[in-house]
């Protein structure tokens, strides 16, 4: 277990040193000579500029550019953002904890509906249940998340049921941390659901097929043989083994969890990373996108680390080979 | 292709009606010249947020027409855009109605229109935006936009995909590994993230046609590393086959084993591929106009016809039908799901 941890993070090292490449090189290949445009700017200080110059070798050659900003990057230090004049990496701190909290809560959501329905669809296949949650499924895959915020903020409009845009409402400086974490789940709630709803058909239709896939091999079978009963062949023969496979899926489903939650966020005013970005790339702040393009990406790569920890965690078989 | 088609019908029927309905979509939008009432860009400037036009066969003493009609409408509240319909005069509906001389695709011209009424009505079957202009025509002539790129994008990553995947299977040794080693680098971004940094690569106001092919290179090029990736391990499979060998020791050239040999033998799945990754360059393109950062206007396309509801409640509750746009994506994309579906299990040699 170790070992194969180990092995996994070396394995990282080349690849977070070609993403951070290939981040570097798009910031680069951008229009227009960034350090000149900079000076030009005069709602950055002078002082923000020599500091940069210094800490990133603005005009030293492309090469040393890069290893000089690596070196920040292993520190943590992204640059200064333009709009905002405060560190990218500040920034990125608020931002990114809203985003993780969205993506676990919607992907928690869409987990606890997605495997009991599957487990009764795979057990129930051909029925009338199963096809119908087999179409539901297909709406799920088939709906943009754009389209699905946009429906929700809609009927919140005309509803006004939850709260929408922004992370609280109450702004009271003695509100208890309770009141506060009850606000944030509310304004969770939409985009939340936005996600989950878009999710989860891929998830009952991956599980599904594992289950059906377990469920017809010969041990169930030689379980059914012994005696074994309903609920434990579906539960502790089965569904352990069918869900193994799903954990690496776990990891995968971060990236698009990703791109789903950064439109979601847009259009729901939620404050992550995606509308962080947006705003980046709208305003020009190259250093604001480079930062977030790095931190999204060395995201997915954590995402795919913990689903082979958890599945050589749960799958001996992984574990020993 | 016919043997196909026969097998995809036997299959299911649902996926042979989605294949059809795909081909009216696609058929419609090339022929929105004809189809569309209006020009994407004809403004009527005292009808903003016109809610869809109602179709009559009553007037109002009663009568029945069997040709339906329209009235004029005027606005009620200027404010809250709300219409009044005038029933002094009825406007027939009107089919292959003469108007403005429209080109289709630069070569013929026709001022012929499938359907439309007479000035100063207008008939909008989707309403209209906050231009005055025809959602329906519009959400025609944005298709023609959409699904072209979403064509063009998956046809340009296929290419790429198919040469360096090819290349990287069937070579093997250090090119293999550069190739995927690049490949897996670009996988390691999530796409939406990789696609806004390309666009932040170039300036924000660039004329329509570049901007188009910009998004064709932006969403193909996040696209071709999958691709690549999954016929490199067809090509590693194929190659081992005897008749690989017995080409080899016929003394064909590599290129021609790849393109005569092993290509063809990667059709199958290559077809179910595009039809399923099409559905992500139609996201894709809308989600980078929706954003403001694709096509621009007065050009449609399906992003940006919802793009003015974004952050705009009050758009949003006075004109609904603006999300019209996303159901016509929600449309076309549940039937790519389900003609891809099907094709994987038509084409799967398991299921033969």
Redesign the interface.
């Known amino acids: 277990m170790k070992r194969l941890i180990i092995k996994r993070l070396l394995q990282l090292i080349?690849?977070l040193i070609?993403?951070s490449?290939?981040?570097f090189i798009?910031?680069q290949?951008?229009?227009g000579d960034y350090f000149a445009q900079m000076k030009m700017n005069p709602e950055i200080s002078p002082e923000t500029i020599e500091s940069m110059r210094t800490s990133f070798g603005l005009d030293r050659p492309i090469l040393v550019q890069y290893f000089l900003w690596l070196k920040n990057m292993c520190k943590l230090d992204f640059g200064v953002s333009f709009a905002y004049h405060i560190p990218v990496k500040t920034l990125i701190k608020f931002r990114l904890k809203n985003t993780i909290c969205l993506a676990i809560f919607s992907l928690f959501m869409s987990w606890i509906i997605a495997v009991p329905l599957a487990v009764i669809a795979g057990y129930k296949e051909g029925t009338f249940f199963d096809k119908l949650l087999s179409m539901c499924a297909?709406?799920s895959?088939?709906?943009?998340s754009?389209?699905v915020a946009?429906?929700f903020?809609?009927f919140i409009?005309?509803t006004n049921l939850l709260p929408i845009g922004g992370t609280r409402s109450i702004f009271e400086v003695d509100a208890s941390t309770i009141m506060v974490f009850k606000d944030y789940m509310k304004h969770l709630l939409v985009p939340g659901l936005v996600l989950c709803l878009v999710n989860v058909g891929g998830l009952f239709r991956l599980m599904k097929n594992n289950f059906i896939e377990t469920f017809n091999t010969p041990f169930i079978l030689a379980a059914w043989a012994r005696g074994v009963s309903r609920n434990s062949v579906i539960f502790k023969h089965t569904l352990r083994n069918a869900l193994n496979p799903m954990f690496t899926i776990l990891g995968m489903e971060i990236?698009?969890l990703?791109?789903g939650a950064?439109?979601t966020e847009?259009?729901c005013?939620w404050p992550g990373?995606?509308s962080l970005?947006?705003e980046?790339?709208?305003s020009?702040d190259?250093y604001l996108?480079?930062g977030?393009?790095v931190i999204?990406?060395f995201?997915?790569?954590l995402g795919n680390l913990i689903g082979d920890i958890l599945i050589a965690f749960f799958d001996p078989r992984i574990r020993i080979s | 292709m016919r043997k196909l088609l026969h097998r995809l019908k036997n299959h299911s029927r649902l996926a042979y009606f989605s294949l059809w309905f795909l081909l009216v979509f696609y058929f419609a939008s090339f022929f929105a010249d004809i189809l569309a009432p209006y020009h994407f860009d004809h403004q009527f400037r005292n009808k903003p947020y016109h809610p869809p036009t109602k179709i009559h066969f009553f007037d109002s003493r009663g009568h029945f027409h069997i040709r339906p009609f329209v009235y004029n409408t005027v606005v009620d509240d200027p404010v809250f855009k709300t219409y009044r319909e005038d029933h002094s005069k009825i406007y027939p509906l009107k089919f292959f109605v003469r108007g403005k001389e429209r080109k289709i695709f630069f070569f013929f011209k026709t001022d012929r229109y499938l359907f439309g009424v007479d000035q100063p009505a207008g008939i909008f079957l989707f309403g209209t935006d906050n231009y005055g202009r025809d959602i329906f025509s519009r959400l025609l002539y944005g298709g023609r936009i959409s699904l072209s790129i979403s064509l063009i994008g998956v046809f340009i990553s296929f290419s790429l995909g198919m040469i360096t995947g090819g290349i990287a299977g069937y070579f093997g040794g250090i090119i293999d590994q550069t190739l995927m080693r690049l490949v897996e680098i670009l996988m390691v971004f999530p796409s939406f993230y990789l696609m806004l940094s390309l666009r932040a690569m170039f300036p924000l106001n660039l004329s329509s046609i570049q901007v188009y092919l910009l998004i064709v290179l932006i969403l193909s090029l996040i696209g071709w590393a999958g691709l690549a990736r999954i016929i490199r391990g067809m090509v590693l499979s194929i190659k081992e086959e005897d008749y690989i060998l017995a080409a080899k020791s016929l003394g064909l050239s590599h290129w021609k084993i790849l393109l005569f040999h092993i290509f063809p033998n990667t059709f199958s799945y290559s077809i179910t591929a595009i039809t399923i990754s099409v559905p992500g360059y139609i996201i894709g393109e809308a989600a980078l106009s929706l954003l403001g950062l694709g096509i621009q206007e007065p050009y449609p396309s399906w992003g940006n016809i919802l793009s003015s509801t974004i952050g705009n409640l009050r758009v949003l509750g006075d004109a609904p039908w603006l999300l019209l746009a996303g159901i016509f994506i929600f449309v076309v994309l549940i039937n790519f799901n389900l003609l891809g579906d099907a094709l994987r299990n038509v084409l799967d040699p398991k299921n033969w």
């Open positions: 080349p690849m070609g993403m490449f290939v981040s798009i910031i290949s951008s229009p297909y709406f895959i088939s709906l943009p754009f389209f946009l429906l903020v809609y409009s005309k990236g698009s990703l791109n950064a439109l847009i259009i005013g990373m995606g970005v947006l980046a790339v709208l020009h190259l996108v480079m977030s393009l999204s990406g995201l997915l790569v």
